[in-house]
C-alpha cells in the first residue's frame, strides 16, 4: 500500500498540471490564512467562528450547496471568457460589459419577444458576442489595445443597458404589479417558458436556486477544451496567442483569429449573463455598478491558469466561499471574503515565483530521499 | 619573478545547472597576445569576467607578477592595471569622446576639471598608438570603430598592461577589423599583454601567439600559434574534425525559380522606400546571397518576398506564377519556404511542443486532421520522422517544449521544417546567426543540399566568409539598391566591404547572369 502511495505521488508530481494546481493551492491557502489574521483582528472572539462559517456553510445543506452551484454557473462562463481570450493573447477585462449585454437580451427576448429559455439564451450569447467584437475588431484592424477598449465597453454596455431597460416599461417590475420601478421583472411573471427549467433538481435539493444552469456550464468549458486542445481552430487561436509575427509568417490570418478569439469569449460572458438572469430567481437593479460577475472572472482564470477544466473547479470555490462569507454576518463584513478572494488573486499573479519554489521544494524532497537511502 | 604577468589558476565557476568554468588555468605572458577561442557557451566571457571582477570564482585562485591578488570588482581589476574592452561598448552616447575617456578618472584642481590636461594626454596617446580619434565628437555621431578606438583609450588612459577584448571584430566591417588588426599589433610592440576573445580563426592566425581553448567549461589546451593549423583549433573547439570550407560540386543553374521585376518596398522607419527598383533572379541549383550591412532593405525585401509586406510596385514570379498579390499561406503552397532571420520572435511558437512546432506550415493538410480536429497520431509521426532524419536533438523527443532546446537545435527545427516542404526556392536570412561552428557546418550543408537538388537558394547575410564560402552569386545590396554582382570566385572579401559600405557601386537593373 505505501509503495503504490509513493508511485502515485511520482507520477503525479511528474504531471505538466501538478505544479501550477500546487501554486493555485498555495495561493488559496496564503488567502485564506491572511483572511483569518483580519477576521481576528475584526473580533478575535469570533474568528474561529467566522472562518469556520466561509469553510463549511458551502456544504452544510443542500439547499445553501444549491446556492453555491447557481452562482458558480455565470462564474464559470465569465471565467471561460477571460481564460479563452488570455490562452489567444488577448486580456478581455471586458467580460463584464459583455456579461451585461448577455443579461439584456436575454431579459429582451424573453420578455418582449416571449422567447423561451434555448432561445433566450442564444440571443445572450449574440449580445455578449457583439460586445466582444468590438474591441477584437478595434485590436486587430487599428492596434488599439483591447485592456483599454474593453473597459470603455463595460461602462457604454452599463449605461446602454440601463437607459435601454428604463426605456422598456415591460421588462420591469412594476409592469406586473410589483412596486419596484427599477427592477427587472420577476420571470415568472414575465415569462414563465424563459425560465431555465429544473428537472426535479429544485425539490431534490430543496432549493428555488437549483437548475440545469451548472451543467451547461461545465459543458460549455469541456467544448472550450477540447477546441483549444484537439482542434485546427484552437491550434491556431494559441499560436496567435503565444507568438503572432510567428503564426503571421505561417500564413496564418491573425487578424480574423483576434476578431474571432474576442467574439468567442463575449458570448461565453453574455452567455453567463443569461444564466443568471434566467434562473427566475434573479432580477436586475438599474444602477450604476458594473457586475462583479464579470470582473470575478477574472481570479477564476487565474486561479485555473486559464485551463477551462479547472475554471470550474475554481469557479465553484470562489462561488463556495463567497456563499460562506455571506453566512458570516451580521458578526462579519461580508466584504472580508472580497478580501480573501483578492489576496488569493494577488497571489496567483506570483504563481510563477510560486511554481519555481514548489518545483525546488519537490526536488529537495526528492534528493532528501535518495541520500537518506542506502 | 614569474614569466607570467596574469595567471588564472584552476578557476572554477558555477551558475545554477551549469559549470561555467571548470578547473580552468589561463597564463598570459608579459607583451603577448593571447586569444581565448571556444564556441558559444563554452565559458569565455565568463573566465574574463572573473578576471575583470565583475563575477567571482568558487575555486581557484588568480596571480599578477607571481603575487596571489584579489579582484572583488572592476575597480580592484583597474587598480591592478587591467582593462576591458566589452563587446557592447560601454559609453555614455551623448557625452564626448573626450569626456568619455576620462569618465570615473577626470584630472580635477580645486574639483574644477582640468579638460586641457586631459586633452593632453589623450592627444599623446592617439598619437603614440596610431587611433585616430576626435575628442569633442559625440559618440553618438561617431562610426563603431571609431566607438572601439575610444575604449582602447579609455584602457590606455588608465595606464591598463593587460587590456582585454570581447569578441571586437563582432561589429566591424572587414576594413575595419583590418585596422583593428593593426592596433592590436601596435599596442603589443609598445609591451601591453592583451587578451583576444573570439570564435574566428583566422583573426587568431592572423595576430595571436598563443590561443588557449575552451570547450563546454574546461580547458582543452594552450598551443602556440605558430606550431598549430585552423583545422587542428577547429577540432580543438568543436571536439572533432570539421569541415570548415563547404564541399561543393560546380553546377549549372538550370531555369529562373524567382525573378523581381522593379520590386519597391515602403519602409516603416522613414519616408523613403526600403527597396527601390530592384530587379533579380533565382535559378534553379544556384545559391544567390544578398550582402550588405544590415539595415540596407534586406528585411523590407524579404518581407515583400514572403507576402508579410506588401511592394510598392514591381512584380515577383516563381516558376512563372506570379504570386505578387498572393497570401503567405499561398506563396508557401506554391512552394517558398523561409527561414526567418530572428528564429525566436517569427521562427517559432516557443512555448508549442517540437512537434506543433514541426507542423506549424502544414497543420491544415489533411492528413493532420479530420475535419478540424487534429490528428495527434500523424502531427506525432511525422515529427518524430523530421526529429530522426534531420537530427534535431532535445529532452523529451516530440513533445519536448521548444523553449527549453539549445539554439543550434530550435534553428534544426526550422530548418527540417521548411526544408521537408519540398521547396521551389528556399530563402535563408542570417540562418547561422549565434550558432557555433558545428551547428554553422550543418546549415550550410542542407543549404548546398538543397541546391544540389536542384531548387533556388536565396541567402541573407552579414557574414561575408559564409558569403564568400557558401553562395554561386553575390548581389551587394545598399540603401535600398543592389550595388553590385559578383561571382565570389572572382572577388575578394575587401571589394564587398567596400560595396557594402557604399564606397563604390554599379547598379545591377535586370539580374543578368
Known amino acids: 500500500m505505501k509503495i503504490n502511495l509513493k508511485q502515485a505521488w511520482h507520477t503525479l508530481k511528474n504531471k505538466p498540471g501538478f505544479e501550477s494546481f500546487l501554486a493555485s493551492a498555495a495561493a488559496i491557502g496564503i488567502g485564506l490564512i491572511f483572511g483569518f489574521l483580519l477576521l481576528v483582528i475584526f473580533k478575535a472572539e469570533k474568528s474561529v467562528y467566522g472562518l469556520s462559517q466561509i469553510l463549511v456553510v458551502g456544504f452544510s445543506s443542500a439547499a445553501k450547496f444549491s446556492k453555491v452551484l447557481y452562482q458558480a454557473a455565470p462564474l464559470i462562463m465569465t471565467g471561460l471568457s477571460v481564460g479563452f481570450a488570455f490562452k489567444t493573447g488577448l486580456f478581455n477585462i471586458g467580460a463584464s460589459g459583455q456579461y451585461m449585454l448577455g443579461m439584456f437580451m436575454a431579459l429582451y427576448s424573453g420578455i418582449v419577444w416571449q422567447f423561451p429559455w434555448y432561445a433566450a439564451l442564444i440571443m445572450a450569447m449574440l449580445g455578449g458576442a457583439i460586445w466582444g467584437a468590438m474591441p477584437g475588431l478595434f485590436k486587430a484592424y487599428f492596434n488599439v489595445n483591447e485592456v483599454i477598449t474593453s473597459i470603455m465597453f463595460n461602462w457604454i454596455g452599463l449605461f446602454a443597458v440601463n437607459v435601454l431597460l428604463a426605456n422598456i416599461p415591460m421588462v420591469l417590475a412594476d409592469y406586473y404589479g410589483a412596486s419596484n420601478p427599477d427592477r427587472t421583472a420577476n420571470m415568472s411573471a414575465a415569462n414563465k417558458a424563459a425560465i431555465i427549467p429544473k428537472w426535479g433538481l429544485d425539490t431534490l435539493f430543496d432549493s428555488t436556486y437549483m437548475n440545469i444552469s451548472i451543467f451547461m456550464a461545465i459543458i460549455l468549458a469541456v467544448i472550450i477544451y477540447f477546441v483549444l486542445n484537439r482542434t485546427t481552430f484552437g491550434y491556431e487561436l494559441k499560436a496567435c496567442g503565444f507568438n503572432r509575427n510567428a503564426s503571421i509568417y505561417a500564413g496564418i490570418n491573425a487578424k480574423r483569429n483576434i476578431v474571432l478569439s474576442m467574439v468567442i469569449a463575449g458570448s461565453l460572458a453574455g452567455f453567463g449573463g443569461g444564466l443568471y438572469y434566467l434562473s427566475g430567481t434573479a432580477q436586475y437593479t438599474i444602477e450604476k455598478l458594473l457586475a462583479t460577475m464579470g470582473f470575478n472572472g477574472i481570479p477564476v482564470a487565474l486561479l485555473a491558469t486559464s485551463n477551462p477544466i479547472g475554471i470550474i473547479f475554481s469557479a465553484l470555490f470562489i462561488s463556495y466561499i463567497q456563499v460562506g462569507g455571506e453566512a458570516m454576518q451580521p458578526e462579519f463584513a461580508k466584504e472580508i471574503v472580497d478580501i480573501i478572494i483578492s489576496v488569493i488573486i494577488y497571489l496567483s499573479a506570483f504563481s510563477l515565483l510560486l511554481k519555481g519554489i514548489i518545483r525546488k521544494l519537490i526536488k529537495q524532497s526528492a534528493t532528501a530521499g535518495k541520500e537518506v537511502a542506502p | ?513
Open chain 2, 1 to 513: 619573478m614569474s614569466d607570467f604577468i596574469i595567471e588564472m589558476l584552476q578557476i572554477t565557476k558555477e551558475f545554477p545547472g551549469i559549470k561555467a568554468n571548470d578547473n580552468i588555468t589561463l597564463q598570459l605572458k608579459k607583451g603577448e597576445v593571447h586569444a581565448l577561442l571556444g564556441e558559444n557557451g563554452a565559458g569565455k566571457s565568463t573566465l574574463m569576467s572573473i578576471l575583470f571582477g565583475l563575477y567571482q570564482a568558487e575555486h581557484g585562485e588568480i596571480h599578477k607578477n607571481g603575487q596571489k591578488v584579489l579582484i572583488n570588482n572592476p575597480n580592484d581589476a583597474n587598480a591592478l592595471n587591467i582593462g576591458m574592452v566589452h563587446q557592447h561598448f560601454k559609453l555614455v552616447e551623448v557625452f564626448s569622446v573626450l569626456e568619455n575617456i576620462i569618465l570615473g578618472v577626470e584630472p580635477t584642481k580645486y574639483s574644477v576639471l582640468k579638460r586641457n590636461e586631459a586633452r593632453q594626454k589623450i592627444v599623446q596617446l592617439s598619437q603614440q598608438y596610431k587611433l585616430s580619434v576626435e575628442p569633442d565628437a559625440l559618440i553618438e555621431d561617431i562610426s563603431v570603430g571609431m566607438q572601439q578606438r575610444v575604449e582602447i583609450l579609455k584602457m590606455l588612459y588608465r595606464d591598463n598592461e593587460i587590456l582585454i577584448f570581447d569578441e571586437p571584430t563582432a561589429v566591424l566591417t572587414p576594413q575595419e577589423i583590418k585596422e583593428l588588426m593593426a592596433i592590436i599589433r601596435g599596442l603589443k610592440a609598445e609591451g601591453k599583454s592583451i587578451l583576444f576573445i573570439t570564435h574566428k580563426l583566422n583573426e587568431i592566425m592572423e595576430v595571436a601567439d598563443r590561443c588557449t581553448v575552451l570547450r563546454k567549461g574546461q580547458c582543452i589546451g594552450t598551443v602556440d600559434i605558430d606550431q598549430t593549423s585552423v583545422e587542428e583549433l577547429s577540432r580543438m573547439m568543436v571536439g572533432r574534425p570539421v569541415q570548415l570550407i563547404v564541399d561543393k560540386a560546380d553546377l549549372i543553374p538550370g531555369e529562373i525559380v524567382l525573378a523581381v521585376e522593379h520590386l519597391t518596398v515602403a519602409s516603416k522607419l522613414h519616408k523613403n522606400n526600403a527597396v527601390k527598383d530592384v530587379s533579380f533572379n533565382v535559378r534553379a541549383g544556384e545559391i544567390v546571397c544578398l550582402a550588405g550591412i544590415e539595415g540596407n532593405g534586406q528585411s523590407e525585401l524579404i518581407y515583400a518576398l514572403t507576402g508579410i509586406e506588401k511592394p510598392v510596385s514591381g512584380r515577383l514570379t516563381l516558376k512563372g506564377h506570379d504570386l505578387t498579390k498572393s497570401s503567405i499561406r499561398d506563396r508557401s503552397k506554391a512552394g517558398i519556404s523561409h527561414i526567418p532571420e530572428d528564429r525566436h520572435k517569427f521562427g517559432l511558437v516557443l512555448d508549442y511542443s517540437l512537434a506543433e512546432n514541426l507542423v506549424l506550415q502544414r497543420y491544415w493538410e489533411p492528413r493532420f486532421h479530420q475535419n478540424g480536429l487534429i490528428n495527434r497520431e500523424a502531427v506525432n509521426q511525422y515529427a518524430d520522422n523530421l526529429i530522426s532524419k534531420y537530427d534535431i536533438r532535445s529532452g523529451q523527443g516530440a513533445q519536448t517544449i521548444v523553449r527549453s532546446m539549445s539554439g543550434g537545435n530550435q534553428q534544426k527545427a526550422i530548418v527540417a521544417r521548411e526544408i521537408d516542404k519540398n521547396p521551389e526556392l528556399l530563402i535563408a536570412i542570417q540562418p547561422t546567426r549565434g550558432l557555433d561552428i558545428g551547428a554553422i557546418e550543418y546549415i550550410h550543408t542542407q543549404l548546398v543540399a538543397q541546391r544540389d537538388s536542384g531548387k533556388g537558394v536565396l541567402l541573407v547575410s552579414l557574414e561575408l566568409d559564409e558569403v564568400m564560402n557558401v553562395s554561386d552569386r553575390i548581389l551587394v545590396i545598399y540603401e535600398g539598391n543592389i550595388v553590385g554582382e559578383f561571382d565570389p570566385k572572382e572577388t575578394t572579401v575587401e571589394q564587398l566591404g567596400l560595396y557594402m559600405a557604399g564606397a563604390r557601386r554599379n547598379d545591377v537593373k535586370g539580374g543578368q547572369v
